[in-house]
């Protein structure tokens, strides 16, 4: 179990060269991994129960111990990534499924993948940890609420529907893996060095399918599309740093707010386009794209505050004197 303890963990730091290998291994050869979007609602809810399984009853104690850092983390997750992503696809005059594309991303919570970067770039884990969970419990209410009045003005979006979607893929798998984890916690305790590889299984599939089954669309709008991710990750981690400075927050939980910001659960973008707009094949590319970039912007930023942590440290400590 150590042994694949330590396989998952590399995996997981290393997800986003993963990802790529495989998306270019399905461009290549997509008739090998395309039956995958049949079922990526059922990869992301494996996902979403891994994470539900390491979640324990002190996780929930730490939120109520800060309680201002994280409302403020959720509140520009839930503020920043989604008005930055109206404002690029009206500015850009982006098509209708890749604007819808870019706004379910943006209207996503924090994805677990900021946990391991906020860890690697020595920011606050547990702030990290409280504001992935707090935006995750939200996500079945505020995600579609948002994408219906964000995205209302270029397609024709269900609002109950994907209540029900996100309910189906988010919360409900989440629910049940605290539940498993509070009723047989020695034994979750055994498998928990598994969970990571499931989780990045089930991501690595989800992706691979959807690069699989839009070779041409890549192809027509990749870069395009590639460019409107990246600005929206780079301006939400910019922006979060930011709000995070002039709240006077420290090091840590800057980074982990930044970082939290600007990294989306893309997996849950592509889940919702594929379930809720079938019309608009083109809007699970931008999900698809940001889930590789997000890791490699991440783990850049992870590496430039790690280098730019001492300096800073030691500036709060002089102030702080």
């Not at 694949?4 to 008739?31: E, R, T, Y």
Request: charged content about 10%; overall charge positive.
């Amino acid at each position: 179990m150590k042994k694949i303890g330590k396989v998952a963990s590399f995996l997981s730091q290393n997800i986003g060269v993963i990802i790529i290998i495989c998306s270019l291994f399905a461009f290549w050869k997509p008739q090998t991994i395309s039956w995958a979007t049949q079922y990526t609602s059922i990869f992301l809810g494996t996902a979403m129960f891994g994470m539900g399984l390491t979640i324990r009853p002190a996780d929930f104690k730490s939120i109520l111990v800060r309680p201002k850092a994280i409302l403020l983390g959720v509140l520009c997750q839930y503020t920043i990534m989604p008005i930055t992503a109206f404002a690029l696809c009206k500015a850009l005059h982006l098509p209708a499924d890749i604007a819808l594309g870019v706004i379910l991303v943006g209207c996503c919570p924090g994805g677990t993948a900021s946990n391991v970067i906020t860890y690697i770039a020595g920011g606050d884990v547990a702030l990290s940890v409280g504001m992935t969970i707090v935006s995750t419990l939200l996500a079945p209410f505020l995600t579609p609420l948002m994408t219906f009045i964000l995205a209302g003005s270029w397609v024709k979006v269900s609002l109950f529907a994907m209540i029900i979607s996100v309910i189906k893929v988010v919360l409900i798998p989440v629910v049940a893996g605290i539940i498993l984890n509070a009723l047989v916690y020695k034994y979750v305790e055994k498998v928990k060095p598994v969970l990571p590889l499931i989780s990045v299984i089930a991501i690595v599939a989800i992706i691979s399918g959807i690069v699989a089954n839009n070779k041409e669309n890549l192809l027509a709008s990749g870069l395009m599309t590639l460019a409107v991710v990246m600005l929206h990750n780079v301006i939400g981690m910019f922006i979060g740093f930011g709000v995070a400075k002039l709240f006077h927050c420290n090091y840590a939980q800057t980074t982990a707010i930044s970082i939290e910001v600007g990294m989306q659960n893309s997996g849950l973008a592509v889940s919702l386009a594929t379930a809720n707009f079938a019309a608009n094949p083109m809007a699970t590319l931008p999900g698809a794209i940001f889930s590789v970039w997000h890791n490699i912007a991440g783990s850049i930023f992870a590496s430039l505050r790690k280098h730019g942590e001492q300096e800073e440290v030691t500036n709060e400590a002089k102030e702080a004197v």
